[in-house]
């Protein structure tokens, strides 16, 4: 079961406004774009946020004892948030309904314990499926769609969005091992 949520107007400006200093920040960093799309970075960056959010959202009216916090910084940790103050998550953000979910082969070095896959663009999004870092990682990365290297998971192997969603943070940590 997918959970689809739209963002309110306070929401949709906080996306804005931090992947906008997320994009400048990289600019300064002078980092490497590693991005699949041909959409301006800037614009990847605030839906790429927008995903973060509306993941934290979407816990908040169907887990609330995750307590998923918003990482405000320009250029934040490894993850994007917490589950419990403890389980790390990735929210990789991709603006086609079908898209599978792809995560650079860099992240092994520095894996999150969960990667979670997010679709749709300003202000609707919709969290499709998530995997256990150490599934994820046993896997073959693969240059397709990109000459990139990306660890490259199809919707359909993804774990549901309900059986996380349902789990007490204990039974998020058994079912991560």
Same mark, same amino acid.
Not at 32 to 50: C, M, T, Y
Not at 57 to 83: M, N, P, Q, W, Y
């Given at each position: 079961?997918?959970?689809?949520?739209?963002?309110?107007?306070?929401?949709?400006?906080?996306?804005? +406004?931090?992947?906008?200093?997320?994009?400048?920040?990289? #600019?300064?960093?002078?980092? !490497?774009?590693?991005?699949?799309?041909?959409? %301006? @970075?800037? +614009?990847?960056?605030?839906?790429?946020?927008?995903?973060?959010?509306?993941?934290?959202?979407?816990?908040?009216?169907?887990?609330?004892?995750?307590?998923? +916090?918003?990482?405000?910084?320009?250029?934040?940790?490894?993850?994007?948030? /917490?589950?419990?103050?403890?389980?790390?998550?990735?929210? !990789?953000?991709?603006?086609? @309904?079908?898209?599978?979910?792809?995560? %650079?082969?860099?992240?092994?070095?520095?894996?999150?314990?969960?990667?979670? =896959?997010?679709?749709?663009? =300003?202000?609707?999004?919709?969290?499709?499926?998530? #995997?256990?870092?150490? +599934?994820?990682?046993?896997?073959?990365?693969?240059? !397709? %769609?990109? !000459? #990139? /290297?990306?660890?490259?998971?199809? &919707?359909? &192997?993804?774990?549901?969005?309900?059986? =996380?969603?349902?789990?007490? %943070?204990?039974?998020?940590?058994?079912? #991560?091992?």
């Amino acid at each position: 079961m997918n959970y689809q949520i739209t963002l309110d107007g306070k929401d949709v400006t906080l996306a804005t +406004e931090v992947g906008t200093r997320r994009n400048e920040s990289n #600019i300064r960093w002078q980092s !490497k774009n590693l991005k699949v799309s041909k959409r %301006p @970075d800037q +614009e990847i960056h605030i839906d790429g946020f927008a995903g973060e959010v509306s993941f934290v959202r979407i816990t908040e009216h169907v887990a609330k004892d995750f307590g998923c +916090e918003i990482d405000l910084e320009d250029t934040h940790s490894i993850e994007d948030t /917490l589950i419990d103050n403890d389980v790390t998550v990735d929210v !990789k953000t991709f603006q086609w @309904d079908h898209s599978n979910l792809l995560v %650079p082969a860099h992240k092994k070095d520095k894996a999150c314990q969960i990667y979670v =896959l997010m679709t749709g663009s =300003l202000p609707t999004f919709t969290f499709r499926g998530w #995997i256990p870092g150490t +599934e994820l990682f046993a896997t073959e990365p693969v240059r !397709k %769609p990109t !000459k #990139i /290297l990306n660890y490259n998971i199809p &919707q359909d &192997q993804l774990r549901d969005p309900q059986e =996380l969603l349902n789990s007490s %943070p204990a039974e998020v940590r058994f079912l #991560i091992e």
